[in-house]
């Protein structure tokens, strides 16, 4: 039988709380012993994690007994409110201990199977990728396999030691939970709230294995994009390599591989830059043209194109990044050795060719409204990527939201277009700029955007905009609700004859 024990501080929400209570400071600083009447709960282990584990529960106000096989050891480690003891002493009174040893230390734990009958044992541990490869069971199941009178509670294993010592407000506020009796998940659910901490039922002890699978992942919503971001570097930069470096020492004998760790990486940057930004409105478009011929959106999408409507933020955000890059490169070309020597070289053909006054007009003014564009697009990309994060997104309603996405999103990608279109110029008409027959690289890049930007104008008619709004709204072409939506676009009036 489970016992739920009672919770000493209530969290009202708001995550002020200090990380130690007040009343258990003494005048020196340290950390004075808990009250009696607080509850009481175990720990079993004496790591990093104990220690902030105890850290924590004596600062949100709970009575702290550390079980460890050195007592002596390991004491000062602790919090001097934290009474540490021999593992047998430690579990024999508290009715919810945390085990916060690793998965192959259990069996030495047998021993105190008397002691620990009918407590809640709370697994906080997590395994290698090769033990979650390895053992089909999850380690609070293995734990509660050897302790059939306890009830396992598998939590607290995606919070971090730094987390529990810094607080909740430094780091992951959630709590993942999942047990198999009902009582002793709200029990830990109460103790994770009292710390500061959001719990999340995750349901039955079967999910511990996911549970435990979370802290294994890096980065899991970047795998695919990342891959496709490298995919157009490489393409880019090989496609950059021939024309820039190997076309001129095979056809001219001129030895430039010297362009090889900034040049051809800047021309290369703003390519990828440019085509992961089309890359993120893309899937919009197609999204809106597959609601308009199937005439509802009460059909699913297939599954790339949902997983790549799932992808847009990271493609994105690391259209950015690229573009952050080639800003940085840019800044950095003057400051090459090469450039001098080229600055030194055109001096000595103006001096030796008599031009006293070098300046093409059309030069000059398509150099200002390139670079002018440039920065626009990568100001606008800027605000992009900051409304992006959590914290900023948070505290914009969803038109804001919208408006800054959608609306400027698409003004970067027509920003991007016409500095792409002013640093082209005339050169995808000159024949000397089609080196081994190959068009150049910006011309490449234009392709989806254009095609982007064609599209979006095409659903701007009204003949597309209004059925696209009328779909979006819950109007079915063959279906039985009928919707009509009136001239301004604000109200809507819809019959069903179900």
Known sequence: MSHQPAVATKMSGEMDKPLISHRLVDSDGSLAEAPSEAPKVGILGSGDFARSLATRLVGSGFNVVVGSRNPKRTAGLFPSAAQVTFQAEAVSSPEVIFVAVFREHYPSLCSLSDHLAGKILVDVSNPTEQEHLRHRQSNAEYLASLF?????????????????????????RQVLICSDQPEAKRAVSEMAHAMGFMPVDMGSLASAREVEAIPLRLLPGWKVPTLLALGLFVCFYAYNFIRD?????????????????????????????????????LPGMLAAVLQLRRGTKYRRFPDWLDHWLQHRKQIGLLSFFCATLHALYSFCLPLRRSHRYDLVNMTIKQVLGNKSHL??????????????????????????AVTSLPSIANSLNWREFSFVQSTLGFVALVLSTLHTLTYGWT?????????????????????????????????LLPCFSRRLARIRRGWERDGAVKFTLPSGHALAEKTSHV
């Not at 004998?253 to 830059?273: D, H, I, Q, R, W």
């Not at 300046?359 to 992009?384: H, N, P």
């Open 148 to 172: 059939p009178t306890c009830t396992v509670v598998k939590a607290f294993n995606v919070i971090s030691a730094w987390t529990l010592q810094a607080g909740p407000r430094d780091g992951n």
């Open 427 to 459: 050169r995808a008409f000159e024949e000397k700029h089609y080196k081994f027959f190959l068009p150049p690289t910006f011309t490449l890049t234009l392709l989806v955007p254009c095609v982007i930007i064609l599209a979006k104008g095409l659903l």
């Open 359 to 384: 300046w093409v007009e059309e030069e000059v003014w398509r150099m200002e409204i390139y670079l002018s564009l440039g920065v626009l697009a990568l100001g606008t990309l800027s605000l992009l």
């Open 245 to 281: 470096v190997l076309q001129p020492y095979v056809q001219e004998g001129k030895n430039k591989f010297y362009k090889l760790p900034v040049s051809v990486v800047n021309t290369t940057l703003p390519c990828v830059a440019y085509v992961l930004l089309s890359l993120v409105y």
